[in-house]
Structures are given as C-alpha cells and as structure tokens.
C-alpha cells in the first residue's frame, strides 16, 4: 500500500468524528443526523412518526414561515373494505417502520433537509362507524391543509380515503394520476354503497376532481378486471401486471411521463407488490411488483410536478415480518422526493 497515501488518510480520518465529510450533501444530512459530532439520534427511542420527521399536530398556531411545508398525515380508517379489514391499523404500523432515509441514493438528495417536513397526526374523525362522516372529516381536513399551502402524502387507511383527498385537492382543477395498484378501483356501486374502496376513482372522475386523460394505472392484475370497465370507458391509461412485465420498467416509466402531465396525484396502494413480499394487506393479489421495481418506477417519476399522494392499505396483522409496513414507509419516502422535486413546489 501506498503509505503517502495511508499517512493521509489517517491525517483525515483517524480522528474524525462519524458526523464528518467532505461532501457538502452529506454533511448537510450529517448536521440534521448528528449531534456534539458523533452522537446519533437513537431509531428504537422517542416518540414513532413518519420517517421521523417532527411532530406538528397544532400546525396552526406557528408562525406562516415555520409551518410545514409537506404534511405527512394519518387517515386510520378502513370501513369502505370488501374483504379482510385491518388496514385503520396501517398508519401506526409506518411510523413504527424506523430508519427510513434520510438519503436518498439514486437521486441524491435529502428530502427532509431540502423542506419543512413533518408528521401532523391523525385525521380527527368523528365517528368510528360511519363511512360517510369519516369522508367528509377527511375532505375538511385535507381542504383545510390545502388551504394552508401544506402539500400532502397520507397514509391510509383503505383506498377509499383517496376520494376524499381528491375532492379536497382537486377542487380549484382537476389532478392527474399515476396509481400504482392490483385492482383498478374504478368499480360502482355495491350493496347500497358507491364509497366503498373498489370505487374511488370512478367517483373522482365523475366529481371532476381527476382527469381520466392523465390518469395511468400500473400493476393492474387478479380476477376482478371484469369490475374496471369504466377505467378505459373513462380514457385511463391501465397497464396490467401481465403488460409491464412484457413492457419493462423503462418503458411503463416512459408511458407514466407522457400521461401524467399538469398537478399529479401518487396513489400507491401496498397490494400492488407481490404478496410474496407484503403480505400485510387486505386484498393480496400473487404475481405483482417487486420492491425493487416499485422504487425504480417511482424514482422514474422524479421531476413530474407531484403535488400530493397516499399510501394505503396497509393491514400489519396479516404481516408476519413487519415487511408490508417497511415496504409501505419506502414508498412514503420515495414519494416524499417526488413532491420536493416538483416544478411547483418552492425550491
């Protein structure tokens, strides 16, 4: 070995704290990571939130210039689902989800240091037993942020809840999508009901909060596609599990950039990866995404102007390893990026 250059290396290094390097980025991450230069915030202690971002649950009462700028919130409702409920217990199972970020390595950035981000609690709904009252809690809640200027990723929740957001979101103009999912959840109306979580976007569209033109489903597969008629009737874009695997990732990347144009809305719901993978889910559907191919398409996204998104369905009690809820933070965090790299948002 060179001992120039061991002599140097130990000159730098040797007695260099883990808070330190060369790199201004990561410096920059080291300095909201770090603490009297080599102690580290413990992941295991402290109050869970999402990607450990801060607690701001009375958002309200601080100054306009130290308000959140992207709200990380909780929406623990799941009475809109057709098969195994589960999923109220999903928001708490992502903030338990520890280590997730700061870094992200394929678009090399940091989001958490790039924006005022934090976790603003829960949706307050006023009744444990209605659908109805919890969409319109959850419509109010969602306008009132929007209202604000707050961006927002919510974590569900079953898949009902992105109707809500929507309405609230894409009131002032209708939002683009690209959904990442099993099931189309353009269904109608079944057993008295149009709110359930097979339906959410056909009502969107109908409400004229979601413009069918610029919606791109991904992942779509199982036997239900009998019930997504009105996806393709509409003029959505639907991309079968069958079709991205003989398309590649690349191209289905490629298809989602060319449809998703104006405000876009992400709606990830975890069934779109193979059960293999995230078991923790209410409708699991085999032959779907990887992890691995979830985070190489929403990577694939970055510079879309991505102005808010869910993450849903999440049912830790079916998931014997805590990977559904792992998965489900990443996806959180991935589009977490997604909206600090927007055109719109403020650099």
């Not at 057709?82 to 338990?96: E, H, I, K």
């Not at 009690?317 to 589009?335: C, K, P, R």
Request: charged fraction near 20%; proline fraction near 7%; hydrophobic fraction near 40%.
């Amino acid at each position: 070995m060179d001992q120039e250059r061991l002599a140097a290396l130990r000159a730098r290094y040797d007695t260099a704290s883990g808070g330190e390097s060369d790199d201004p980025l990561f410096a920059r991450i080291m300095a909201s990571q770090f603490s009297g230069g080599d102690r580290r915030t413990w992941p295991f202690a402290g109050v869970a939130t999402f990607l450990s971002a801060p607690l701001r649950p009375g958002w309200q009462d601080l100054p306009p210039a130290e308000r959140p700028e992207i709200g990380l919130i909780g929406v623990p409702m799941d009475l809109g689902v057709t098969n195994r409920a589960g999923s109220r217990l999903g928001p708490r199972a992502m903030r338990a989800v520890e280590r997730i970020g700061p870094y992200e390595p394929a678009l090399r950035m940091a989001p958490l240091t790039e924006a005022r981000v934090a976790d603003l609690g829960d949706v307050p709904m006023a009744s444990r037993f209605s659908l109805d009252s919890c969409h319109a809690d959850i419509e109010a809640h969602f306008a009132q942020l929007h209202a604000a200027g707050i961006r927002t990723i919510a974590a569900g929740g079953d898949h009902s809840i992105s109707l809500p957001i929507l309405k609230a979101l894409g009131k002032d103009r209708p939002l683009g999508m690209v959904h990442i999912d099993a099931h189309a959840d353009t269904g109608g109306q079944y057993e008295g009901t149009r709110f359930h979580h097979g339906g959410p976007f056909r009502e969107a569209v109908l409400a004229g909060v979601l413009d069918p033109d610029r919606t791109i489903q991904i992942g779509i597969r199982g036997g239900a596609g009998y019930l997504w008629e009105f996806s393709t009737a509409s003029g959505m874009t639907l991309v079968q599990m069958h079709e991205v695997a003989a398309m590649g990732i690349p191209a289905v990347i490629a298809r989602a950039r060319e449809i998703a144009k104006g405000p876009v809305y992400v709606s990830f719901d975890i069934d779109a990866v193979d059960p293999g993978f995230a078991s923790g889910t209410g409708t699991p559907e085999v032959g779907g995404l990887t992890p691995r191919e979830v985070q190489e398409i929403l990577r694939g996204l970055t510079g879309l102007d991505v102005v808010s998104g869910d993450v849903v369905e999440v049912a830790p009690q079916y998931d014997t390893s805590t990977a559904t809820a792992q998965i489900a933070a990443q996806v959180m965090f991935q589009i977490l990026c997604l909206l600090v790299r927007a055109p719109s948002f403020r650099r």
